[in-house]
């Protein structure tokens, strides 16, 4: 939503938006757009001459802002539904769907296409490190969009990625998730098979050959060329790694080696990212070839195993973790980039799946990297979280809060530690609080 916010923005509109809670580096984006932000979804939030309200997917019935708006019969619509509507018109889109991995290959793919000249525009689920913004309409033809499978709005549950209607689509991968809208991985499914029924013959899919499930997706019905990608020289598009934690790879097509990438992102997940975005540059008319050194000078996304700092001896990261493939994922990569040095984990079950318990037994074998784990139970977690840290295979707590978590964390690190702070939300600032808190021991 804040991604829409700049591109109406950009378009020439005066826009304002409300939220709860905003945090950064969404609020400090969207403030230096001239957004007006306001906190609250309260009806005296939306000003009266506004002429349109788009009305993101938090939000139902019952929710007074919502309440107004439709007692008051001004013109409304969802985020995705705006998008293709004002600003898909005319352009190529490559749309980027699956559980994991979306908003990194959607940066890759539109840095790539940066790097090509072929200017593009973006819709990104987080703000990219080399643009500093989530969005831009941009010049070229091409625009690149992050495709979710979660609902649209209350009044449209389809998924929001079936409105774009890519030329080119990256089914990155497919699990269970989003607990509170989907009853089990076929209803998923289902929504990724009426997102492939809206890719054209002419177009491309690009999909991860290593996935069961989006194997049975494509079995459903497929009316587009399919080219797999993966660590299977088989496939279409394959990588061979030259490091053990994905820092340098080679990248064959149809067998044959068509160049190395060296970049400072790590994990094989991160290799498959970026072997999806250069197979879609492809399929637009990029040589792959051409443009895969630029990833050398790649600046990643915030909230991605993001390094905020160093202070005494510890390296303290950022990582947006929503799911436990992605933790176990991340922290894999991490943990061959390190070594032997101590990893410790602060970790929030922020999302709606991890707060429903949906991946509370898999959670703490995704942990398994981790020296320690100190874990934030909040009261109002509905479910026990210390079977959960008792499974935990390395040194684990509980706190109840955010500034107890600084404080845990504060007495157990020492020199050569790596500190991951993992939630999809802002986690109470915590992350900045502790290496603050280091800065100033340190001093």
């Known amino acids: 939503m804040g991604g829409v916010a700049a591109l109406a923005r950009e378009l020439g509109h005066e826009v304002e938006g409300s939220d709860q809670a905003v945090y950064p580096p969404m609020s400090t ?49 969802s985020g995705a539904e705006w998008l293709r509507e004002n600003v898909l018109p005319g352009r190529e889109v490559l749309a980027v769907a699956g559980t994991h991995g979306k908003t990194t290959t959607t940066t890759i793919l539109a840095f790539l296409l940066q790097a090509a000249g072929r200017e593009p525009g973006f819709l990104i689920g987080g703000v990219a490190g080399d643009f500093g913004v989530s969005a831009r309409v941009g010049g070229g033809r091409e625009f690149v969009v992050e495709a979710d499978e979660y609902d649209t709005a209350f009044f449209d549950k389809r998924s929001k990625f079936v409105h774009y209607r890519p030329a080119v689509a990256i089914l990155n991968n497919l699990e269970y998730d989003h607990a509170d809208i989907f009853p089990d991985v076929a209803a998923i499914q289902r929504q990724f098979h009426h997102f492939v029924r809206t890719v054209p013959g002419r177009g491309r899919l690009i999909v991860n050959g290593h996935d069961a499930h989006l ?13 797999r990608f993966g660590f299977d020289p088989g496939f279409e598009w394959s990588a061979r790694k030259r490091q053990a934690d994905g820092s340098a ?4 097509r149809d067998g044959e080696q068509i160049g190395t990438v060296e970049w400072p992102l790590l994990g094989d997940h991160n290799v498959l ?27 990643g996304i915030k909230r991605r195993l993001e390094v905020l700092g160093q202070a005494r001896g510890v390296t303290v990261y950022d ?37 429903l318990g949906a991946h509370a037994t898999a959670l703490a074998p995704s942990l398994d990297a981790a020296d320690e784990v100190v874990f934030l139970a909040r009261p109002q977690l509905p479910w026990d979280a210390a079977a959960v840290v008792a499974a935990i295979r390395g040194r684990a707590q509980a706190v109840a809060d955010a500034d107890a978590l600084v404080a845990a964390l504060l007495g157990t690190v020492h020199d050569g530690d790596h500190v991951v702070f993992m939630s999809n939300g802002g986690f109470d600032g915590a992350p900045r609080k502790f290496l603050d808190a280091l800065q100033d021991d340190a001093g």
Request: with cysteine; charged share 20%; net charge negative.
């Open 273 to 299: 990212n970026a072997l999806a975005a250069l197979a879609a540059c492809a399929a637009v008319g990029v040589d792959p070839a051409v443009v895969m050194p630029a990833l050398r000078d790649f600046g």
């Open 319 to 355: 990582d947006f973790a929503h799911h436990p493939t992605a933790i176990a994922t991340t922290l894999a990569g991490l943990r061959a980039r390190v070594g032997d040095a101590r990893i410790v984990v602060a970790m929030e079950p922020r999302s709606n799946s991890m707060r």
């Open 249 to 252: 790879f080679a990248v064959l």
């Open 29 to 77: 984006q969207l403030e230096r757009l001239g957004i007006a932000l306001r906190q609250g979804y309260l009806p005296e939030n939306i000003s009266a001459d506004c002429e349109q309200v788009v009305i993101g997917n938090a939000l139902s019935r019952g929710n007074p802002a919502v309440e107004a708006v439709l007692d008051s019969g001004r013109a409304y619509t």
């Open 215 to 227: 194997a049975e997706v494509l079995a459903m019905g497929c009316w587009t060329p399919v080219e």
